[in-house]
């Protein structure tokens, strides 16, 4: 079992930055892939980054490429977020998902966990 909370997020006009983080407790998270994923009001929930357990693989949805990057520490139990060049159709609920081995995946059913999720907004 693997508990997630989210935090970083918040209000930042256009062209801005945000980190997130998301910490887990529970056993084992060095054990697990780990992702990000968003929805806005109205629109399902869009891949936009995973890891692996050991940082050696990542990738990226569409949105994020170029602009965000995905990061782990283990001996934190943290994963982050890093967010630049922030548009306001990055505003969104951002959620963090664990998922128990496997292959990077970008599909939400792919993931075991599921943290809260964390509101960003992005002004113009």
């Known amino acids: 079992q693997v508990q997630l909370v989210e935090s970083g997020g918040g209000l930042v006009q256009a062209g801005g930055s945000l980190r997130l983080s998301c910490a887990a407790s529970g056993r084992a998270f060095q054990t697990y892939n780990m992702g990000w994923f968003r929805q806005a009001p109205g629109k399902d929930r869009e891949f936009v980054a995973a890891i692996n357990w050991n940082s050696r693989a990542n990738s990226q949805g569409p949105s994020a490429k170029d602009r965000f990057t995905i990061s782990r520490e283990n001996a934190k139990n943290t994963v982050y977020l890093q967010m630049n060049s922030l548009k306001p159709e990055d505003t969104a609920v951002y959620y963090c998902?664990?998922?128990?081995?496997?292959?990077?995946?970008?599909?939400?059913?792919?993931?075991?966990?599921w943290g809260l999720g964390t509101q960003v907004t992005v002004s113009s």
């Open positions: 998902a664990a998922a128990a081995g496997g292959v990077l995946s970008s599909r939400p059913s792919s993931y075991d966990y």
